[in-house]
């Protein structure tokens, strides 16, 4: 034991000499690089909410390669590679239950992170770019969580995606184009689930990746908004160092969420429902928690109005900054934005709650 100590102390310069020579970035360097720092409200969890989504898509992208391993996207093996994975392959249920909730973990994250964003008007001048890089980010998001439910071509998998071509139908001149290109046809069928999984497995995911350098480097740019509290003495520093104390608070959340997802996936694993059935309309058709405001809105206003309004929506949110600039410039005051804000959020959590209360 004392030899194999002497002998790898003799080798340690050596090898820090070679790591060196090649990659010529000393310890120093590599702090002053990472160590921006950061505001004191980053100690507040709704304030860095941003590190929990990037965690997650860590854990999405680590667990998703090991679905791969075993799913095969066409319709006649998509349904039994699941089922493979779900009852057979060694801690399968685990993964893929894993894969599920924390997809679910990271849509929240991205919806609390933009209303955090959004209440302490941090995408004003100079963050407005930001904010629209943001807003690709969760349209990202959703669309990996819509693509990847219809990958396991299950009934409700099968009508949920369905009902989302019908849904690009109705978008008046390139509706019917629109809806050929996402099925690869006029149907749900094999090239429909190809298409899906290049989305969801390489395109969207290229996509987060790139446009959360683009996030993180405006982030570094711009710095995090300063934001007062009552409750910090004027006295105290009114900032903290990225390394290691932040990143130690993101850690620490890090582990904790694995805990709890690992708790979820053990207690309420990823279930399997009957396969597809293109001939049988189910009773109820559902989409993902997450679509529950869009589905509710297509039921109350249905058509070509739904559709429209809905893309208005989602065009306003993106040019939010603004809006909110123009608003405040005429009102003189904020009011106005929060209010906006306010009504905006009741309305999609009511939507949200409204159609998971009813059967239809
Ligand atoms: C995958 C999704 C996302 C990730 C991983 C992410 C990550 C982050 C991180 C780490 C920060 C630093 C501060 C913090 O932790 O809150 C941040 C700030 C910011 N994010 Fe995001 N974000 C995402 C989505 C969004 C969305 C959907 C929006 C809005 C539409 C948005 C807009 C902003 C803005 C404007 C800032 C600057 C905030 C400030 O200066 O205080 N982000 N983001």
């Given at each position: 034991m004392q030899a194999l100590r002497q002998w790898c102390r003799g080798?340690?310069?050596?090898?820090?000499?070679?790591?060196?020579?090649?990659?010529?970035?000393?310890?120093e360097q590599l702090l002053a690089m990472t160590n921006e720092p950061v505001p004191n409200h980053l100690k507040r969890w709704w304030f860095c909410l941003g590190g929990t989504p990037a965690y997650l898509f860590v854990v999405q992208v680590v667990t998703g390669i090991m679905l791969a391993v075993y799913y095969q996207p066409s319709a006649e093996t998509a349904y039994d590679s699941v089922r493979y994975i779900t009852h057979e392959a060694t801690f399968g249920w685990y993964f893929r239950s894993l894969h599920k909730w924390a997809a679910t973990f990271m849509i929240a994250a991205v919806i609390l992170h933009q209303m955090r964003v959004f209440?302490?008007?941090?995408?004003?001048?100079?963050?407005?770019?930001?904010?629209?890089?943001?807003?690709?980010?969760?349209?990202?998001?959703?669309?990996?969580?819509?693509?990847?439910?219809?990958?396991?071509?299950?009934?409700?998998?099968?009508?949920?995606?369905?009902?989302?071509a019908n849904i690009c139908d109705q978008v008046p001149l390139i509706g019917g184009i629109s809806k050929n290109f996402m099925l690869g046809g006029e149907e749900y069928s094999s090239r429909t689930l190809s298409r899906f999984y290049v989305l969801h497995a390489a395109v969207l995911p290229a996509a987060v990746v790139g446009l959360l350098v683009i996030h993180i480097t405006f982030i570094r740019m711009h710095g995090i908004t300063e934001l007062k509290f009552d409750d910090e003495p004027e006295d105290q520093p009114k900032h903290f160092n990225f390394f290691p104390d932040h990143l130690?608070?993101?850690?620490?959340?890090?582990?904790?969420?694995?805990?709890?997802?690992?708790?979820?996936?053990?207690?309420?694993?990823?279930?399997?429902?009957?396969?597809?059935?293109?001939?049988?309309?189910?009773?109820?058709?559902?989409?993902?928690?997450?679509?529950?405001?869009?589905?509710?809105?297509?039921?109350?206003f249905s058509g070509t109005f739904a559709v429209l309004s809905m893309?208005?929506?989602?065009?306003?949110?993106?040019?939010?900054?603004?809006?909110?600039a123009q608003l405040r410039r005429w009102t003189k005051s904020e009011i106005a934005s929060i209010c906006i804000g306010v009504a905006v959020a009741v309305a999609i959590i009511g939507m949200t709650v409204w159609e998971a209360a009813v059967a239809h």
């Open positions: 080798r340690v310069p050596v090898v820090t000499r070679w790591w060196q020579s090649r990659v010529p970035v000393s310890g209440f302490t008007g941090a995408y004003r001048e100079p963050r407005e770019l930001n904010w629209v890089v943001g807003m690709l980010l969760l349209l990202c998001t959703l669309g990996l969580g819509f693509t990847g439910y219809s990958l396991v071509f299950e009934q409700l998998s099968y009508w949920g995606a369905t009902v989302g130690y608070t993101e850690i620490l959340i890090g582990l904790l969420l694995m805990i709890l997802l690992s708790v979820l996936a053990t207690i309420q694993p990823a279930d399997l429902g009957h396969p597809a059935d293109p001939l049988t309309t189910p009773e109820v058709i559902k989409p993902e928690w997450f679509f529950y405001v869009t589905f509710r809105w297509l039921k109350l893309g208005l929506v989602v065009f306003a949110m993106i040019v939010w900054p603004w809006i909110d």
